[in-house]
């Protein structure tokens, strides 16, 4: 056997207890959640949004061009963890002038981008996107949820 059927075969067996650890009885309660994200009354289009729990395992999802995201926890959509959450919001667009708009003008251009042109325009404050600086909250309810968020 080779070192890469052996990584491989080590990450298959990881993989494979991860996957048993989340299924079972033992898994906290989880209620399923969705909304809409909006800054300046206009719909967030990309990023993530983290619901943390004062106790156990984040809920996350992605915000879709329309502002509207559903989280999951343990598994896709299963939302979560009932009680209260702090709440954090990431949405960012990466701008560069010198990003390729297709592959073709890629290979044309290599070892002409430079990532340090780039710039992080952040599509809402950066302080919505750390737990430690965030004001958002949220509480989740047995049943479903509705969270919009509406950013001034």
Same mark, same amino acid.
């Given at each position: 056997?080779? @070192?890469?059927?052996?990584?491989?075969?080590?990450?298959?067996?990881?993989? &494979?207890? &991860?996957?048993?650890?989340?299924?079972?009885?033992?898994?906290?309660?989880?209620?399923? $959640?969705?909304?809409?994200?909006?800054?300046?009354?206009? %719909? @967030?289009?990309?990023?993530?949004?983290?619901?943390?729990? *004062?106790?156990?395992?984040?809920?996350?999802?992605?915000?879709?061009? /329309?502002?509207?995201?559903?989280?999951?926890?343990?598994? /896709?959509? /299963?939302?979560?963890?009932?009680?209260?959450?702090?709440?954090?919001?990431?949405?960012?667009? &990466?701008?560069?002038?010198? @990003? %390729?708009?297709?592959? *073709?003008?890629? @290979?044309?251009?290599?070892?002409?981008?430079? %990532?340090?042109?780039?710039? $992080?325009?952040?599509? $809402?404050?950066?302080?919505?996107?750390?737990?430690?600086?965030?004001?958002?909250?949220? *509480? $989740?309810?047995?049943?479903?949820? *509705? &969270?919009?968020?509406?950013? %001034?």
């Amino acid at each position: 056997m080779n @070192v890469c059927n052996k990584i491989l075969g080590l990450i298959a067996v990881g993989a &494979i207890g &991860i996957l048993a650890s989340g299924c079972g009885k033992g898994l906290p309660a989880t209620a399923p $959640v969705k909304g809409k994200i909006t800054w300046n009354g206009k %719909p @967030v289009e990309c990023g993530s949004i983290t619901f943390y729990p *004062e106790k156990g395992r984040p809920a996350t999802g992605i915000i879709q061009p /329309d502002g509207s995201y559903r989280l999951s926890t343990f598994k /896709d959509g /299963d939302g979560a963890l009932l009680g209260k959450h702090k709440v954090t919001i990431l949405a960012t667009r &990466i701008s560069n002038q010198a @990003v %390729p708009k297709s592959f *073709e003008e890629e @290979v044309r251009g290599l070892g002409k981008f430079d %990532p340090q042109q780039s710039a $992080v325009k952040w599509l $809402v404050p950066e302080h919505y996107s750390r737990p430690e600086t965030t004001p958002l909250t949220a *509480e $989740v309810f047995k049943g479903r949820n *509705e &969270i919009n968020f509406a950013l %001034p």
